[in-house]
């Protein structure tokens, strides 16, 4: 090959690289973005109803992590606690089967909805009548305010509040009942009786075994952490520990639930029964530090008592 071949051979291939050096580098390949997940399964519809075979719809709705929410009533997996008060469809169609409460839940993707779902069947048959009472201290014959009563009756459990004289009101009832009735500090008591006429009931509570110091406080969730509430007590490292909190703003469906722990003992305690209150007792243990945690639903404000030892 003579010099201006060479030459022009040269400048072609001297083109072609200038040509790849102005070529663009392939882009780095994206990050795909996560797929969105259920962060919660909520229960929406009607939990009372009159008598055993009427039925109400219950939907289900499921929130993403991108803050979007879904019907899925259609796919959710429904469970009952107790079947003889309730079934549920798929679909979430409820049926009364029988007069009660119990709880519903809703699951999702996994994701199980909080709390439950209380659902009771209401409708009593018959004439009813009054079912009053007074509860007394077992050792000293002085009313007992603050106690707590409950009576089971055509298969609707009533709640009532001892007042300062130490008198409870728990409606009208029919037939056979049975009462019980507890409060900090106290041995929790039961009371049988055939409601067939006003009845008015006499209760005497058996205090505790010991010296205790009993202290109260009302309080609220925080906005920031709403439906959960947290404390520490220190006391003596013997002797029994005992505590309740009660509702001061339930709304419909509320519940409460109350965990205590010390070192090598504890309790906890919630009822999906619309009561709205909840106790927990256990024997202290460790060095006396004791956990509170209490978690509750459609309540805001709450009174907490406890007893621990002198």
Known sequence: MGPMRRLVAVMAVAVILTACGHEKSPA???????????????????YQLASPGLTTQLRAFATYS??????????????????????????????ATGYGETTVLA????????????????????PQYALTGVVRD??????????????????????????????????????PTAVTVGRVGYE???????????????V?????????????????F?????????????????????????GLDCGDSA??????MSGTGGGTSGRFDFSCYARARFAIGGDGNIGIIVTGRNVTRFRLTYREPR
Do not use: C
Request: charge should be negative; aromatic fraction near 8%; glycine fraction near 12%.
């Open 107 to 126: 699951s999702y993707a996994g994701v199980v909805s909080k709390y439950g779902f209380g659902f009771r069947v209401t409708a009593l048959a018959g």
């Open 66 to 95: 991108d803050g979007i929410q879904y019907d899925v009533t259609r796919d959710a997996v429904w469970t009952v606690f107790d079947d003889k008060v309730v079934r549920i469809a798929p679909g979430g169609m409820a049926t």
């Open 188 to 202: 929790d008591a039961v009371v049988n009786a055939t409601v067939d006429a006003p009845t008015r009931l006499g």
């Open 28 to 46: 780095a390949p994206t990050k795909p973005t996560p797929e969105p997940t259920v962060t919660l399964v909520e229960i929406e519809g009607t």
């Open 138 to 175: 077992a050792s000293t014959g002085a009313p007992l305010g603050g106690a707590h009563a409950a009576a089971l009756f055509s298969g609707v459990t009533h709640y009532a509040t001892t007042d300062g004289s130490g008198a409870f009101d728990l409606g009208t009832a029919a037939g």
């Open 222 to 246: 925080a906005p920031e952490s709403p439906g959960q509430w947290t404390s520490r007590i220190s006391t003596k490292s013997d002797g029994q520990f005992d505590v309740e909190v009660q």
């Open 204 to 220: 005497s509570l058996v205090p505790t075994a010991g010296a205790f110091i009993e202290r109260a406080v009302e309080t609220r």
């Open 255 to 260: 519940f409460l639930q109350i965990s205590a």
